[in-house]
């Protein structure tokens, strides 16, 4: 083996064929808390509004006018931590973009390779040049293999954001993994020293929320146009921002007992949290939305169709521009948000992800209304306006600041009240149970661990049960639930009356004697993808003990949780022929040996496996690991405990992971499941009467790292499963056979690495030192984070404090930062105390016991 991959320290230089002076300097935290500075060797002042911010250059965030004292204070802590996320997010952003943008890169890569068999080797042309602009080097690859005559290829990386590094390293790997290590990976076009550029691709239209500008494009396309030769050709040829707009889902009834949820997923509720930043990247909240408009043109990004000399289109890109459109509604409903997304003509594609932006003020509207859509865009990021057409000042949805406290509890509770086979399965398993119940002794009592915006004890009040009792630890969210029910006509009593909310931690509810055998039946939903993880184990067997009626039966819901696992092979699969090993450490982990990745961390790495069908492979059947009858679990078995799981191989070739997931039956006629397709009365796995999945985006598959391994058709592999009743832990058995089988089982994946994958040993020694490199820089980023949001819970923010901090998040683009940093930010200086962030203000509320705190 070591003659494949050398020894386990790889040498200093750790160079793949290239120069150093071509390498960048691993980035870390010392660099990012400096100020960066313009090309002009100054530090630049941020724009005061979007037409003055063209998002060019690196600034400083002491260059915004901050008037708030609590924000003044934390505001060289919040610029580094934004810096640090922005820097060292960016392989997680390029993994995303080649997931999501699929289509569009392989319809890229065809484009390209065709412009380069077109352009080079024309007769009496100077040396061909390409720069490929974003991205992962997919573009770069494509162009440089298509070249047959002299040439040279440049990667870009969008020097107009804050640090590349990381994305410049992860470009280089992966063109040094197409086997070509002559392809350039910089921060800018080099000057007209060195030759004129015959063809631009443009690989890096963002799917990060951003609407295909958030990773600097046009900057670039600008700073590229004065390179361009006359005969130049712009790869897409045409890009733009299309835009409709739409209705969220009404809550004003949910599945499993019509109740009124406005306060958690309202239109209102969303619009004073998210109008300045892109909290939704999955669009959750706008799951079974109504489209109000047929999609329409918004701003044209690039134009060289009709004839145009690139050169000419490009150099006269405009730093800002604002175009109104006048459009029709199709339908009747509250117009809430704008949808928009990229589309490019040559190729012809469309962002396969969606921006959102939520209006500030929603606008009732009916059929054949006509509406104004204003939008405006910076070179970083765009914002939009909607008004009646005969209303002249509009209705604000992107500039201003809302009025009112965001509400980071609500979002992160919205997707679980969207999912109706939860809402609905439980509505039904609760009256059964209230039913039963009294059946039993007379009367029903529930109680309920971990409340959250108290939907499941407003369905066992309705369900008919005598009294319900729930508790929750995250004031935020008490806070939510209380306005919830009143808003339902079902206010909280006070303590020991027949329905309450306790404002304390589950631990803190078992020492109260008076709550002791009070009850006897027992809810909660706290299966987090793991099943495990929410400690629904534990809790149930201290709430056996503690809180259930003595001497009899109760109803216990979910009663049984049962976990399935399988191992899988998880890939970033190849793009248009161009490899992807690489970017696999930053998603899951790679089927190379000894290297670090995501599925390796601490805590269980989860995958919506199917959302990402095409990158992973059923490597076993599907074999039952635990089943727990949390019905009669008791303190005796909440212990660590060790299991052997045997696994049977049903096709020949790698193993790098194991998938886990878990049934919940409620009762006997509802079990809640989060098995993904493939295996869906597949692969020897048969699901319940009564199953219904849940909503992915409640629920993903649990995924950890093993091997990686080769095993053939039919082979045994043992497993061992490790867990303390929370935090399932995976590794492979001992190889019986000793140094034979372990060479058995990797010999074949090294080979099938080099001849499939085009694996080098310099290559892995230089991918690991990288991979390793930005895990210390995403821990020493992590610790920074923890001391953040130990100063912000010093802070008491006032509305006005949390105006300014929007405007800043909303602003980060002009700052050289990429905008879904405000995603990390936001929640962990005001979100929830769940999440890490500050207590909410105190509030006075009727009928919750216990301290705010």
Same mark, same amino acid.
């Given at each position: ?44 002042? $941020? ?25 003044? %204070? ?60 974003? @991205? ?14 002299? $040439? ?26 197409? +086997? ?23 690989? @890096? ?14 900057? !670039? /396309? ?26 969220? %889902? ?6 499993? +007992? ?5 306060? =958690? ?13 892109? /909290? ?61 997304? *990229?589309?490019?003509?040559?190729? #012809? ?8 932006? *939520? ?30 057409? #005969?209303?002249?000042?509009? =209705? ?22 969207? #999912? ?49 009792? $729930? ?12 306005? =919830? ?75 049984? !949780? ?72 008791? /303190?005796?078995?909440? %212990? ?97 056979? @000793? ?7 990797? =010999? ?8 499939? %994958? ?6 892995? !020694? ?30 008491? *923010? ?9 405007? /800043? ?26 999440? +890490? ?17």
């Amino acid at each position: 083996l070591r003659s494949h991959f050398g020894s386990s320290s790889p040498p200093e230089h750790a160079g793949i064929g290239v120069s150093a002076s071509l390498r960048p300097a691993l980035p870390g935290r010392e660099r990012a808390s400096v100020a960066h500075r313009s090309k002009g060797g100054g530090t630049e002042g $941020g724009p005061r509004s979007m037409e003055e911010g063209s998002g060019a250059g690196n600034r400083a965030f002491q260059s915004f006018d901050v008037q708030s004292e609590s924000l003044a %204070r934390l505001l060289p802590a919040i610029e580094r931590h934004c810096r640090e996320l922005s820097e060292n997010l960016a392989p997680r952003r390029a993994v995303r973009h080649v997931l999501e943008q699929r289509a569009y890169l392989e319809a890229l890569v065809r484009e390209v390779e065709e412009a380069v068999t077109r352009l080079a080797g024309r007769p009496g042309q100077p040396l061909f040049r390409a720069a490929c602009l974003g @991205g992962v080097g997919v573009a770069a690859v494509a162009a440089r293999r298509s070249l047959t005559s002299p $040439g040279t290829v440049v990667a870009v990386q969008m020097g107009c954001m804050q640090d590349t590094s990381w994305q410049r390293w992860l470009t280089r790997m992966v063109a040094a993994a197409n +086997g070509f290590t002559d392809i350039d990976v910089l921060s800018e076009v080099p000057g007209d020293t060195a030759g004129a550029v015959n063809l631009v691709a443009v690989e @890096g239209l963002d799917s990060c929320g951003g609407g295909g500008l958030a990773d600097g494009a046009l900057q !670039l /396309l600008k700073d590229t146009a004065a390179h361009l030769s006359s005969e130049a050709q712009v790869v897409p040829r045409a890009a733009r921002l299309r835009a409709s707009l739409c209705a969220p %889902r009404a809550f004003k009834s949910i599945a499993g +007992g019509g109740f009124d949820m406005s306060a =958690v997923c309202g239109a209102e509720t969303l619009a004073a949290t998210v109008p300045h930043i892109l /909290l939704d990247e999955e669009n959750a909240l706008l799951e079974r939305r109504e489209m109000l408009t047929e999609a329409f043109d918004a701003l044209d990004l690039w134009d060289t169709l009709d004839g145009v000399e690139a050169r000419t289109a490009l150099a006269g890109i405009p730093n800002t521009d604002t175009v109104a459109v006048d459009v029709t509604c199709i339908a009747s409903g509250l117009c809430s948000a704008v949808l928009y997304w *990229w589309e490019t003509a040559g190729p #012809d594609c469309c962002s396969r992800s969606r921006s959102v932006q *939520w209006l500030e003020q929603p606008l009732q509207v009916q059929a054949g209304q006509r509406l104004r859509v204003t939008a405006t865009r910076s070179l970083v990021r765009a914002a939009f306006t909607v008004a009646h057409c #005969d209303d002249s000042q509009g =209705v604000v949805a992107a500039t201003g600041v809302p009025a009112h406290w965001p509400n980071f509890a609500a979002l992160r509770h919205s997707p679980m009240l969207r #999912d109706d086979a939860r809402n609905e399965g439980y509505s039904g398993a609760l009256e059964r149970a209230a039913q039963c119940a009294r059946q039993r002794c007379g009367k029903a009592a529930v109680f309920e661990i971990g409340s959250g915006t108290g939907v499941l004890l407003m369905m066992g009040r309705r369900g008919g049960a005598d009294r319900v009792t $729930g508790c929750e630890v995250d004031p935020y969210v008490c806070n939510l639930a209380t306005q =919830v029910v009143e808003d339902n006509e079902m206010p909280f009593g006070n303590r020991g009356s027949s329905f309450e909310l306790i404002r304390e931690s589950f631990p803190a509810v078992l020492q109260d004697e008076e709550l002791h055998g009070q009850f006897n039946v027992l809810v909660a939903e706290l299966m987090d993808d793991s099943g495990l993880g929410e400690q629904i184990w534990p809790f149930y067997a201290l709430a056996r003990q503690r809180l259930l009626t003595p001497g009899i039966e109760p109803v216990v819901l979910p009663r049984r !949780l049962t976990l399935y696992a399988a191992l899988v092979a998880v890939e970033v699969t190849p793009i248009g022929g161009v490899g992807l090993w690489p970017v696999d450490p930053f998603w899951f982990c790679s089927a190379v040996p000894n290297m670090d990745g995501m599925g390796r961390r601490p805590g269980n790495v989860s995958l919506d496996l199917d959302l990402h069908e095409d990158h992973w492979e059923v490597a076993t059947d599907v074999v039952e690991v635990l089943s727990v009858d949390l019905s009669k679990v008791g /303190l005796e078995s909440v %212990r660590e405990q060790e299991l052997e799981v045997v696994f049977q191989s049903v096709r020949e070739g790698f193993v790098n992971g194991v998938v886990w997931f878990w049934h919940a039956e409620l009762d006997e006629e509802f079990t809640l499941v989060t098995t993904p397709r493939r295996f869906w009365n597949k692969c020897g796995h048969t699901l319940p009467p009564g199953a219904q999945r849940g909503s992915g985006h409640c629920w993903k598959q649990a995924t950890q790292a093993l091997g990686p391994i080769w095993v053939s058709r039919g082979e045994t592999v043992v497993a061992r499963l490790r867990h303390n009743t929370i935090c399932p832990v995976w590794a492979l058995a001992e190889v019986n056979g @000793g140094l034979m089988m372990q060479q058995k089982r990797l =010999v074949p994946l090294i080979e099938w690495l080099g001849s499939s %994958r085009g694996v080098k040993p310099d290559l892995v !020694l230089e991918m690991a030192k990288f991979v390793g490199a930005w895990f210390q820089a995403v821990r020493l980023q992590d610790d920074a984070r923890d001391a953040l949001a130990a100063m912000a819970q010093q802070e008491r *923010w006032e509305e006005a404090d949390v105006a300014e901090v929007l405007t /800043l998040m909303r602003r980060l683009g002009d700052f050289s930062l990429h905008p879904s940093v405000a995603n990390h930010v936001l929640p962990l200086l005001f979100g929830s105390v769940t999440a +890490g962030a500050a207590p909410p203000p105190p509030i006075a509320v009727a009928g919750c016991v216990g301290e705010s705190q």
